[in-house]
């Protein structure tokens, strides 16, 4: 089992839609998770981190936190094109050094 | 500076010769990564920096990679007799801390290797 888990996709959704991507992770000693979004071509950027249970909102951004079932997905509304890109699950146990893990991506497509 | 920035952006060098990968990290960030992503691959850790410190080398493919890291600042991944597998986008990213929002890192624009 891989320590960080994402449906490769390609995910197609139409233009002002929700888009819902979803990471699984193994170790239940994770602390902290981000969700990094990379054109293609360029480097990761954050768009958001979470470490409580629950949801946490930016925007039209919302990320969602389980720990108890090991699961944190982002959710996008409103849907854009501009949305188009791979977007990157990171998960970190914290304490003694940081173990940094990363998912290999979910490809969106927003159609417009 | 800015934002983490990487030396050279891209590198085209033929199979057997060495390379040097710089990264200068967000001034004031004490931890530093290096990532290797290959075409339309996920990111692939390779080591990990805290300070000048590498708690964790468990990444690095093979004795053919180190790097190093000095004044707990710049850092360079250098590659000995390169291999056309090597060929990726070399990414370095930088972190203020290890507590909390701290450990958000931010990505450099990378250094794009092509071994011939």
């Not at chain 1, 699984?24 to 990761?44: A, I, L």
């Not at chain 2, 850790?45 to 468990?58: R, T, V």
Request: aromatic residues 10%.
């Amino acid at each position: 089992q891989k320590e960080v888990e994402q449906n490769s996709g390609p995910l197609s959704v139409p233009e002002g839609a929700i888009a819902s991507l979803n990471c699984t992770y193994s170790d239940r000693g994770s602390q902290s998770f981000f969700w990094y979004r990379q054109y293609s071509g360029k480097s990761p950027e954050l768009i958001m981190f979470i470490y409580s249970n629950g949801d946490k909102e930016d925007g039209r951004f919302t990320a969602q936190l389980n720990k108890a079932s090991q699961y944190v997905s982002l959710l996008i509304r409103d849907s854009q094109p501009s949305d188009s890109a791979t977007y990157l699950c990171a998960v970190i146990i914290s304490g003694g050094y940081q173990k940094v893990t990363f998912g290999t991506g979910t490809k969106l497509q927003v159609i417009p | 500076g800015a934002g983490v920035s990487q030396s050279p952006s891209n590198k085209v060098t033929e199979k057997g010769k060495d390379v040097e990968l710089r990264c200068d990290p967000i001034s004031g960030h004490t931890a530093l990564y290096w990532y290797r992503q290959s075409l339309g691959q996920g990111l692939e850790f390779l080591i990990y920096f805290q300070g000048n410190s590498a708690p964790d080398k468990s990444g690095l493919p093979s004795d053919r990679f180190s790097a190093e890291r000095t004044g707990g600042s710049v850092s360079t991944l250098t590659i000995q007799r390169t291999q056309q597998e090597d060929s990726a986008v070399y990414l370095c990213a930088s972190s203020l801390g290890p507590s909390g929002y701290q450990e958000t890192q931010y990505f450099g624009p990378g250094t794009r290797l092509l071994v011939l």
